[in-house]
T-cell receptor, first 117, second 112 residues
Framework: GAVVSQHPSRVICKSGTSVKIECRSL??????MFWYRQFPKQSLMLMAT?????????EQGVEKDKFLINHASLTLSTLTVTSAHPEDSSFYIC?????????????FGPGTRLTVL | QKEVEQDPGPLSVPEGAIVSLNCTYS??????FMWYRQYSRKGPELLMY????GNKEDGRFTAQVDKSSKYISLFIRDSQPSDSATYLC????????????FGPGTRLSVLP
């Protein structure tokens, strides 16, 4: 149980295009989903927290107009990188907090590697 | 000073060795402590989850928390090549909306 999927697992795009990444909790309902970015050999940096049905809360320094987050249901959150540039190339990981269970439990997706040419 | 500090390694040990991984932190409000294992180009997976001080054992893994010293450890007994990964500590305070703070991770290589 407690499986989180991400799609796509890898994407390569041209500079200036937009890319959408999906995060799904497959066997549980998630009240909260988190989006992280991880650069090579660095730790996870929280970008934003999204709660189902409400606007996402962005961390300081993260542009909300560039990284659009939609948490449409208790099992799906999407991150859209708008007008992507090479500096946006990174490993994007989502996690989901179950509706039931230890409050601080989070389950991570496998990540999406974005390469912007 | 970073909120959570962790030696990035890399740490190389022979198969069968006991591995000790550590994190220190500065925020005394942290009460929940997690260890995650992350294989290359994969998402982190939860290994151990502890609350407050004390020890917790799960198979070959033992997590220790010393809140008085703001120091947590993960021990791996009888290490295997399949344990080669990056180990991330994470922690949070028991406070609604408080999110995880991750350490930078330690890269471990277990050599056959």
């Amino acid at each position: 149980g407690a499986v989180v999927s991400q799609h796509p697992s890898r994407v390569i795009c041209k500079s200036g295009t937009s890319v959408k990444i999906e995060c799904r909790s497959l066997d549980f309902q998630a009240t909260t989903m988190f989006w992280y970015r991880q650069f090579p050999k660095q730790s996870l940096m929280l970008m934003a927290t999204s709660n189902e049905g409400s606007k996402a809360t962005y961390e300081q320094g993260v542009e909300k107009d560039k990284f659009l987050i939609n948490h449409a249901s208790l099992t799906l959150s999407t991150l859209t990188v708008t007008s992507a540039h090479p500096e946006d190339s990174s490993f994007y990981i989502c996690s989901a907090r179950p509706r039931q269970g230890p409050y601080n439990e989070q389950f991570f997706g496998p990540g999406t590697r974005l390469t912007v040419l | 000073q970073k909120e959570v500090e962790q030696d990035p390694g890399p740490l190389s040990v022979p198969e069968g060795a006991i591995v000790s991984l550590n994190c220190t932190y500065s925020n005394s409000a942290f009460q929940y402590f997690m260890w995650y294992r992350q294989y290359s180009r994969k998402g982190p997976e939860l290994l151990m989850y502890t609350y407050s001080s004390g020890n917790k054992e799960d198979g070959r893994f033992t997590a220790q928390v010393d809140k008085s010293s703001k120091y947590i450890s993960l021990f791996i007994r009888d290490s295997q090549p399949s344990d080669s990964a990056t180990y991330l500590c994470a922690m949070s305070a028991y406070n609604y909306g408080q999110n995880f703070v991750f350490g930078p991770g330690t890269r471990l290589s277990v050599l056959p």
